[in-house]
């Protein structure tokens, strides 16, 4: 496929470069706003209308942002994981802040600007990194969608120095071969600095061991949100129901409201405090909610702490009409999954509050709060 000519008007939520011509629309990672050049296809749908492909070489444009710099990073130009790199965090806050803004705008429930909450640290914060195996072609990194191939990533820059090291030490003399030797032929390793200690594990879920957010610092400041938010308009005396809710991280310095907390996987270490009560229930089965219905006391005002996956919370009509909170403190990590559940509600509501926390400095993914009144 030959090259294609590509000015880029916005970047999507995704973090790709949007670039139209004629019916054909080309979706082009690694560029910015007002760039214009030339760039190979990599893949392409419905008969060539759409476009996909990276920018590798700053030599393709025959235009670049003043916003433009190099990445620190090494890997950036091959690595999926990144999307802002290269521009300056400032342009990268701004980005992201006119991606959710244009979203939320399709809301017309929404009674506030949105607000961002900057990363103190743009790299060495994740506490967290899952390289994928090949066994048959020898290969370990970062998969590669666009590609559809595992990129080799021995100097992660946004992983915290534990990670890092540990990181070198599997790929010193290919140690992770010995690693996965008697395992399936692909898989994942995943190396996590939880509670203090690197723990590796092959093959097993996602934050074995226990569940915390990859970025301390910026969770913290979440929290702090979260609880000024519920504090500002809940009474002490309503139940909080604290769905989604883990090992209770979001409600467990709320003492004063009496919780109840929700999640299909008890925590392994749990450590709830006494105004917290777990109960396991899997929130995606069919009567989930009529469980939690039947567990939230009748006689009792209640809101609700949501912290769905980021597949969202489709039944959130459901929600609210059996569960009947007054307000709901919800926490995305798809803001577009976010949108598409606010759009879906069928009643009237209010959104108070509309803060993006960047807990992911450098990829395009950031949390998304909303302070959502039931009217």
Request: charged share 30%; proline share 4%; net charge neutral.
């Amino acid at each position: 496929m030959e090259k294609i000519k590509f000015k880029i008007d916005h970047i999507d939520p995704l973090g790709q470069g949007i670039s139209k011509s004629g019916d054909q629309v080309a979706f082009i990672e690694k560029v910015l706003p007002g760039e214009e050049g030339y760039i190979d296809p990599i893949k392409s749908k419905k008969k060539g209308r759409l476009i996909f492909s990276r920018l590798l070489e700053k030599s393709s444009l025959t235009v670049a942002s003043e916003r433009r710099i190099k990445a620190e990073c090494e890997h950036f130009n091959q690595c999926a994981g990144c999307h802002f790199l290269h521009t300056d965090y400032e342009n990268e806050i701004a980005i992201k802040k006119t991606t959710a803004k244009k979203l939320f705008s399709y809301l017309p429930q929404i009674k506030a600007e949105v607000e961002v909450i900057c990363a103190p640290e743009r790299f060495g914060y994740r506490n967290r990194l899952q390289l994928h195996y090949n066994n048959e072609t020898m290969e370990l990194g970062l998969v590669d969608p666009l590609k559809s191939q595992i990129v080799k990533i021995e100097n992660c820059k946004i992983a915290n120095q534990a990670v890092s090291n540990k990181v070198k030490e599997i790929y010193q003399d290919n140690a992770w071969e010995k690693l996965t030797k008697f395992e399936k032929n692909t898989g994942h390793i995943e190396i996590y600095d939880y509670d203090g200690k690197v723990e590796l594990n092959i093959n097993k879920n996602y934050a074995h061991g226990g569940f915390s957010q990859v970025n301390e610092q910026m969770n913290e400041k979440m929290k702090a949100h979260l609880h000024s938010e519920v504090r500002k308009y809940v009474p002490s005396e309503h139940l909080l129901l604290d769905l989604f809710g883990g090992g209770g991280n979001l409600s467990k310095e709320l003492t004063e409201y009496e919780t109840l907390v929700i999640d299909g996987f008890p925590p392994s270490s749990p450590t709830f405090g006494n105004h917290q009560t777990f109960k396991e229930i899997n929130l995606y089965s069919k009567d989930a909610i009529s469980k939690i219905q039947k567990e939230a006391k009748a006689n009792k005002e209640r809101s609700i702490i949501l912290d769905p996956p980021r597949s969202g919370m489709k039944n959130l009509q459901e929600v609210i009409e059996k569960l009947s909170p007054n307000y709901i403190f919800m926490i995305n990590c798809e803001v577009s999954s976010a949108i598409r559940d606010l759009k879906s509600l069928d009643l009237n509501f209010e959104i108070l509050n509309a803060t993006i926390f960047d807990l992911f400095p450098g990829t395009r993914h950031f949390e998304t709060f909303t302070t959502i009144r039931v009217c």
